[in-house]
């Protein structure tokens, strides 16, 4: 999905702080109730102070009635009374005796008190054989809701700012923790560590971090395998220029002794030509790798090419024999010239050179619903099972110690493999039946482009 993290950020932060500022309501609300009726033991108080009263009151003994009123009096530094009361109806319907029952002149002991009044109200405790109240001012110790402010306080402004960091902090790490992890990843990738993926670190997620994550461990995969294709290119140079290069430091020397002058100069012509195929070889080796050229994209017509490179090869090697299949034309778009051209060029003088003198090398151009295939096979010793691969490596020769004086550096299927991969060809080499080495090319027609 897109904007997958913008979605679960959105999830999180509006249906988190929505649910959360609801709960905090709902809280402050129950605590302000909680808080605002009596305490069960002042309660139990004032009903046994309003039970005291009735029973002084029935006893009919006033002095001990006054007496007791005057020391709750002072001992709670209040107001206290004993009302009687009676209903006179004055118009309408007969009064109920529910409404005589229910009436209170104060607040009963069961009400909760309002915590913003600023005044102490005044309590009544009816007396159970009815139409009388033992009143009293709330003593101010009985007075609910004293820490009321602090609770406020700290349920309305530090829960939901603490409850907010932590979200605050969840989501940070959510963000921050991937994206530690690549900048790990990128400082240990810039010295040199091209191993470095993050992709598995971040766990399982499928999001915009991801996504980094993945493009990240791409050009990791890219980068990395470039800079070492590069620096194994540039040590098989070194290494492949030593011997040429000892060659010519010996024959410099010989002609400095006057020795064999002509035959010394050839040596150096040759020598020096042999440097110049293997520097300018791996060169454009490195920069196909490297570029992944732009090539110009162009219609070829196969059988014409690939009769002109049959021609130069005939000239070069005509003490072998080749048989030729190709059909009247065939046409491919979007393809180059000089890419194809080189890499057949190669095979084919490789097939030539593996081939004894007087047999056959066979070249074949067959036509498949959407590709062209070229087989060039010759009558050589082939190549060992196990190298069939390998021989498409810079610098790859079957046999490195027969081979060190000719000038064969094995950079030629290399160069092949690369210039028939950016017109989107392949190549494949096996063995043939009865001995030899079999290369196919496969080249697609690409006629989708066709105008
Ligand atoms: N037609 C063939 N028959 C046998 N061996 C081959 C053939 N073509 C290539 N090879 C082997 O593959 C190696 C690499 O070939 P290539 O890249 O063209 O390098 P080079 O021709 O410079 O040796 C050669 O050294 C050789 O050992
Ligand atoms: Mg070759």
Redesign the pocket.
Known sequence: MNKRLFWKLCLIIATGVVALFYAINMLAQHTEEDMSMLAPEDRQQLNDWGQQAEKLYYAGNKAALHDWLETLKKQENTWVSIVEYEFTKIAGDPLNDIYTERFFLGRSVDWKIHLYLNYNPVMDIPFEQGQKSFLIKLPKRMRPGSYWQTTRFILKIILPMLLLSLLSWVLYHHIMDPLKKLERATREFSKGHFAVRVNQSIGKRNDEISQLANTFDQMAHRIGALINSQRQLIADLSHELRPPLTRLDIAVQSLQDQHNCLQNLERVERESKQIRKLVDDTLTLAWLENERPDIQLETVELVDLIDVIIDDAQFEFPQNKMRIKLPDSALIQQSNHRAIGQATE?ILR??LR?TPNNKTVEIILSEEPKEFILSIG?E????PEDMLES?FQPF????KAR?AHTN???????LAKRQLESVAARIKASNKPNGG?LMQIYLPKNDKFKT
């Open positions: 190669n490789n097939a593996y010759d050589g010793p082939g190549v021989i790859f020769r079957v046999d081979m064969s550096f094995g950079l030629g299927l290399a080495l």
